[in-house]
């Protein structure tokens, strides 16, 4: 966000802020969006037209759900200041992204963080959304508390988010009954090596460096999605007749004529 364009967000209909922390006790760690760098997100969103959303929790970022969303107590202090927050800075909802719940448990707790927040989110017109890894299971008890299911579509074996990924991916959803229309596929604007995922670039990195044509997926040994791999999942994601796309992330996007985003807005155009 902070140093991002009006330009690079054009054609989002949400901006998702990522993220804020849940704490055990049902408290909110806010601190990595100081009023300063809201504002600019506020910005942002308003000129694109987009809704403003909220990311709670995330890779790294995970650890006090289980005692906070496991304990009733703590789990209606922290859907009460969730929404003081969003209300004190304009956010219309908020994505979950609880990676990952570990047992049984853990799942249920979930499912009564996702219900209690819709109940306070519901008569706002606020949605409640998730963000879900496709290999693990999707809980039918999930469904009735959220608005939309981001799948996490990304991060698989050496070639790590490809087209026959994605179809893997929604025919796994489908076989858990996920709505179609609840769902989001993911597309990755970042690239990993194959020999060694743990090692990744953007895709504005990746342009820069090897300036891969629009119908490569692989360069310099990091495989991404290029431009026509992305149009084709567009187009998959029409036909399935889904929700609509989440993008892991347009702060990663090359601007100009190489954007990513500005391929994939025309491409649901087409």
Request: with cysteine.
């Amino acid at each position: 966000v902070d140093a991002m364009s009006p330009s690079q967000v054009a054609g989002l209909t949400d901006l998702i802020v990522f993220s804020v922390v849940p704490k055990q006790d049902g408290s909110l760690d806010a601190k990595a969006w100081p009023k300063q760098r809201l504002a600019k997100a506020q910005a942002l969103a308003s000129k694109a037209k987009a809704r403003l959303l909220l990311a709670v929790g995330g890779w790294g970022r995970s650890a006090g759900f289980p005692g906070m969303a496991g304990n009733t107590q703590s789990r209606q202090r922290f859907v009460k200041d969730l929404s003081n927050f969003c209300q004190d800075n304009g956010f219309k909802g908020v994505v979950y992204d609880w990676e990952f719940p570990r047992n049984a448990k853990e799942e249920a707790a979930s499912g009564f963080l996702f219900r209690d927040t819709k109940r306070l989110f519901g008569p706002k017109d606020w949605t409640v959304e998730c963000a879900v890894n496709p290999a693990r299971p999707l809980p039918q008890s999930w469904l009735a508390h959220l608005d939309a299911v981001q799948l996490m579509s990304y991060d698989n074996g050496p070639r790590h988010s490809t087209y026959a990924q994605a179809e893997k991916d929604l025919n796994a959803m489908a076989k858990l009954r996920t709505p179609e229309n609840k769902l989001l596929l993911g597309l990755p604007f970042y690239g990993r090596q194959i020999t060694n995922r743990n090692n990744a670039l953007t895709y504005a990195e990746i342009k820069q460096r090897f300036r891969p044509a629009n119908h490569q997926d692989e360069a310099g040994g990091f495989y991404f999605n290029g431009p026509d791999t992305l149009a084709k999942k567009v187009k998959l994601a029409k036909q399935r007749k889904l929700g609509g796309l989440m993008i892991w992330e347009v702060g990663q996007d090359a601007t100009g004529k190489d954007s990513l985003l500005k391929k994939v807005v025309s491409a649901t155009k087409d």
